[in-house]
């Protein structure tokens, strides 16, 4: 156990982006530990165990990282037993459709806590193990909704905007510490189990690249982190070639 590149953490981990992120990274020769809530948690074994027979190195957790003493265990685990971390990437979507007056004070605190108050804790762990290191890479997912709100979606913009901008007061703070931290704006229909079970056609869209495909987003956080502390990106925009912006 123990790879010379370290660890990657991805928070938030299913069948599409986040699956492919550690993917990407493990193929890149890091240790993924990656997470999801305790009642997924076989299903992350599955994924893990998928990782391990390419030859990569997986571990799968069941945490809830809304929960502030889960995610400082967590960090702390993964540091004594896998290796530093090298790569934290949050993952977590929380994308539910409620009309404004629909959306009850749970529903509303709940992708607020998923969405971003989860985003933060997972940068302040990071950022302590990193910072006296003096490198590292936190990687955020953002959506079309980190820029703009759409109706229906005002927890779930209001909690993603919220995130980009953790992200940003992150980058300010912890880039001169040798930290890099960069957000990335997924704007469009990603291919997956969910988008298959609600749309008929996602099969001509692959075929014409008009749909976002999770492996090539994930190539894009591993060039995030390979950029050189010169010329580092703090946010990119990922859609396909015919979305309307």
């Known amino acids: 156990m123990g790879s010379p590149k370290g660890a990657c ?32 948690l076989e299903q992350l074994e599955t994924l893990a165990a998928e990782i391990r027979e390419r030859g990569g190195q997986a571990h799968a957790y069941g945490v809830d990282a809304r929960q502030e003493a889960e995610m400082i265990g967590l960090v702390d685990r993964i540091e004594a037993e896998i290796g530093p971390l090298e790569v934290v990437v949050f993952n977590i979507g929380a994308n539910v459709r409620f009309g404004l007056t629909e959306t009850t004070a749970q529903v509303f605190s709940k992708v607020w806590e998923m969405a971003c ?23 955020f997912t953002g959506a079309s909704a980190s820029l703009r709100g759409k109706d229906g979606f005002s927890a779930f913009a209001s909690a993603k905007a919220g995130l980009r901008a953790v992200a940003q007061s992150a980058a300010r703070e912890l880039g001169p510490k040798g930290v890099h931290v960069a957000h990335v704006v997924v704007d469009g229909a990603i291919d997956g189990v969910f988008t298959r079970s609600i749309r008929e056609d996602v099969q001509g869209l692959l075929d014409r690249d008009e749909i976002l495909k999770p492996a090539e987003i994930a190539a894009n956080y591993v060039w995030l982190h390979g950029q050189p502390r010169s010329a580092w990106t703090h946010e990119i925009d990922l859609r396909p070639h015919s979305e309307t912006w």
């Open 9 to 40: 953490l991805v928070v938030g981990v299913g069948d599409g982006v986040g699956g492919a992120i550690a993917k990407a990274f493990a193929a890149e020769g890091y240790e993924v530990c990656m997470t999801r809530r305790p009642r997924h």
């Open 117 to 139: 108050f989860a985003g933060f804790l997972t940068a302040r762990e990071a950022a302590r193990v990193m910072v006296p290191r003096g490198r590292g890479t936190i990687l």
